[in-house]
């Protein structure tokens, strides 16, 4: 008899301990997101991006972590957004190229030249259009984490430069999107999409002559070995977003996303500032590495952008009344 009420004590005992164990810290607080990024980890972006994964960990006490995926090894670019939206991985980064077709309000941030190089300009803009994309992209199923401005855009081409407005005549140049696209039709070259990863082998196979790129992103990804004549445009072109499926995201609980939503805050801001020097450091090892890059005027970029600037009135088109509040912001 005593046997049997010491065993039934124990069975209780266990049992409330599992029982405390669970609601101690409830499972759903606890998330790892497989996260796919697209550049490897030798990139200028990578040091960031393992920042922020760092700072989560440590802000949330390791209850949110980033588990990141480099070089396109979980999915490729062309797919991460749809696999962030359906579940399949927990978020990515991408390029505001592959989310103006789902989002049209956001095709103001996807031309070439549509934001300066300039530091505060940069920071300005993010703080402004953060909020409305939050908020575009929850509808999709999204969660926005944080966005980065760009510059450094550059042409890279196998066996010229391109400098002025009659340079790009004639050419067959990688854009990202379909507004770049209208971009260089505009200045007479015929645009082709073709995935990131699968950009070097079309230039050294002579699918396209030029793409255009970052200054970072061409150095990683070497394709200056088979593209070497750069011309260093400084200006930007498209945006990185950082974001997450909507679904996963809710099930951190409301501090830990505050604090992950304010690493990515504090990231965002200190590398929108960093992103200028870091892609002028580029164009100099892109130089170090055996590329012929040239530095366009001010007048020179100024000439490319007024012979481009057809694509604002299809933009104004595709965004429609939702995309005002990013023209009044962006098209000024």
Known sequence: MIQTIRASIRRAAVATAFAASAFALPAAAQQTFEFAVWYSDRDYYAPMTNEFA??????TAGRVKFKLHYSGALVPAKETVEAARNGSIGGGTTSISFLAPIIREFSYIEPLFWIPADAKVAADMMDNLGPLMQTA????????????PSSGLISACRRDHIRTVADWKGKKIRAAGRLQGIQLSAVGASPVAIDPGELYIALQNGTVDCTMFLANLSLSTKIYEVAPNITYWADGANSSLYFVNLAQWRKVSEADRKAVLAVGDRIAKKWAVEQIGMQQNAAKDLEKAGAKVIYPTREEIDATKKAMSAVWAEVDKIAGEAGKPYRALIVK
């Open 54 to 59: 760092a700072e989560v960990e440590k802000a």
């Open 137 to 148: 992209m929850e509808r999709r199923g999204m969660a926005l984490i944080f966005a980065l």
